[in-house]
Every structure is written in C-alpha cells, then in structure tokens.
C-alpha cells in the first residue's frame, strides 16, 4: 500500500469513528431503550459495542450460540501450516465487561410486529431496535451432491473452525504428486479475494512440502478480486503449480461426487486427491426466519441506516446485507456496525441519522512473505452505497519484492488491530 492511500485511509477511519460516536440527544426521559444484536462476529460484535458508546444508557444484549469467536480473516495461513487456529480465536470477556448483556444461544424467529427475537431455549427478548449479523449459510444442494455429509469429505472451510483444520490435515495427509482442486463460486459470496489467497497458500504449501504436485482452481467467473496482482504473483511463484481455469475455458463446477472426490464441469471432469468445495452462500439462516431476505437469499437493506427494506426496526448488517459496490468483509462488517449503531443511536430518540461514509481494507497474502492489497470508501447514491469514485485503489502492480513484505507486515497487524478492536 502506498503511504498517500494510507494516509487517506487513516483519515477516512478517523472520521467514520467520529461518525459512529456522535453524541445523541439525551434519554433521561424515556425509559432505557433496547436493541438486541443477533451474531457475535465481526459485524455484531462491532455493533453492540459501539451501540454502548454511543449512548451508555443503551441497554444492548448480543445474542451468540458460541463462546468463542473463530476469524475467518488469516484462517488460509492455518490451512497453509502458517498458524495455529488458536491465533484466530477470540472471547467475549471484554464485550460483557463494556455491559453488553450476552444472551448464550441460539435465535430462532423473529416477531417484528410485536419487536421480540425467540431464542432456541423459548427465551424472548422484546426490542425498541433489532440488528441482525448472521453472516453467510452455505446453500446445501446449490451444488449437486454437495450437502452436509458431503462436506465431511470435500470441506468447504468457509466458516472458519473444524473445517479448516480437516482441510489442513487432508493436505498434509496427501502423498507428494496429488492434485488438489478449489472450486470458486459466482458473485456473490462472502470475502471475494479469498478463493485466491487460499489458493496462493496451498500454492506455497505444495511448493515447500510437496514440489511434485499440482493446484487446480476451477471458477465459475471469468474475473475477481485483485486478479492482475494474483496471477502475477502466481506467474513468478508458482509456475506450472497452480492453475487457474475461468468460467470462458470450462472452470464452472456443475456437480461433485464426494465418494470419489470428482468434480465435474461442462469440459470434464477432474479426481482430486484433495478437493475444496467453495459452495454457493446466502445469508444465515435467522434472515429468512426475520423476513428480511429476499428472493436472491441476501437482505436488501437502506444504505444509510442499514435498516432492512421489508421489515421496520430491523437493520441487517455484514455478510448478510446487500450493501451494493461494498464486499462481504471483515472490515467493510466493522464499518457497517459503526454506521448502523450511530443510525440506531439517533433513530431512538427520534432524530435523522446522518449520511454516512464507509470505508473497506482487505488483505492478501500469496507468500508469508508477499502480500497485496484493496481499498475503498463507499457512500450512499441511489439507494444504494457505491464506492466514492478515485477514492480506493490495488497495490500498485509494479511494487518491488520489499513493498510486497511490508504488505504482508500489514497484513498481520491490520489482523491485530481489528480484533484489538472488536474483542480486545
């Protein structure tokens, strides 16, 4: 990343959070209003905190199945053999201490009418305000003959946990020579860039543990995410290891057959020795039982107030939200929490929410020593939030080798202090 783009970024974070901890009108009048989160993630997580800073006498309760949260973001290098799951593992000791109310389970159904959330013990939480941060739920039978039992032999490792160490140990366990195959899905799906970093990650697993064998990505695009920084990177690291084959040249998988690791496209068929099944998503599974998804399986949302369009009083954020020219990502989640919370913030006391500016950062690593990057900043236009035009950018495609480094450097410590943030 360029220092000048940096430099903006750093600004553009400064003003969301300044954005996000905006003063509201006094409550001292009213009794103390209620907003329930749904999902401990990046997106709720962020949330429910800034919920309390922005107004202490917010009474927030976070409703999460888990006690602890696994980050997707860095999970490749676990599959790579670069790090432990542990480093990807987080608490939410720090978010009860902030007086965040943690409701342990399960939401099961939403009663917007009458403002309550069911949880799967039949406990009922009344809400003035609902924010819901499911995050994605795989689209069992989107693929022919991928399901759940399927899944135990071709992992997905799309959701950050006992997937990704059964693809770690299937690499591992795979004789020198074996070929393995990602299967990358059509828009939309959550963290566009992952397909090719985990690609990139195995690419050097392979290169460094087991030269003789090969990687395959079939995808059912024919473009993504940062493409000209990842195949040059491919190009000068790991030629004749790893290909990629677009949707043009036969790359969509139509089916798989889990009990003989087949996955079958409209040119062939290819037997992997380990096989990655990314499956189509939708949102999770509370945003049907909300109402707030539509036919696409994603929940349209208002682009300032990430309210949801088809049920009042509920706000959809992360993963889950069509948030326009905005990717699913950790990052652009935590900005979509900020903006959400100061919105919640303002509409319980009856006051307009401001426009606001949201700002996403991703990174990649194609080598533990070689990372790229994206950036933009994204605001509210016809209904919809588009990307403020010049104000993002790539690594510059012409970087040498110690730009490179210092990218993966901030890979790391852009890790570091998102979750510093959201669960330090």
Known sequence: MTPSRRQFLKLGAV?????????????????????VVVGGGFAGASCAR???????????????????????????????????????QFTYDRIAADGIVLARGSATAVDAPARSVTL?????????????????????????????????????????????????????????????????PANPFRCPPGPYERASLIA??????????????LDAKDAFSKQRLFQAAWAELYPGLL??????????????????????????????????????????????????ADRTGWCPIDPVTFESKLQAGVHVIGDAAIAGAMPKSAFAANSQAKTCAAAVARLLTGAAPSAPKLINTCYSLVAPDYGISVAGVYQPSSGQLAEVPGSGGVSPADAPRATRAAEAVLAEAWFRTITGEVFG
């Open 15 to 35: 003003a969301a959070a300044a954005v996000a901890l905006r003063p509201v009108p006094s409550l001292a009048q009213r009794a103390a209003p209620r907003v």
């Open 50 to 88: 800034a919920l309390r800073q922005a107004d202490p006498s917010i009474a927030v309760t976070l409703v999460e199945a888990n006690a602890t949260f696994t980050a997707c973001p860095f999970s490749n290098a676990v599959i790579g053999g670069l790090r432990e799951l542990s480093a990807q």
């Open 120 to 184: 799967a013990d039949g406990t009922r939480l009344s809400y003035d305000r609902l924010v819901l941060a499911p995050g994605i739920d795989i689209r069992w039978g989107g693929l022919p003959g991928y399901d759940e039992a399927a899944a135990a032999l071709m992992p997905h490792a799309w959701r950050a946990g006992e997937q990704t160490l059964l693809l770690r140990r299937q690499l591992e366990a795979m004789a020198d020579g074996g070929l393995v195959v990602i299967s990358a």
């Open 204 to 217: 050097h697993y392979l290169k460094t543990k087991k030269p003789k064998s090969k990687l395959i990505v």
């Open 243 to 292: 290909e990629w084959v677009p949707l043009s040249k036969g790359g969509n998988v139509t089916s798989v057959d889990a009990a003989t690791l087949e996955l079958v496209t409209d040119f062939g068929r290819h037997k992997a020795a380990v096989a990655n099944i990314i499956p189509p998503q939708k949102a999770g599974r509370i945003a049907d039982a909300a109402g707030v």
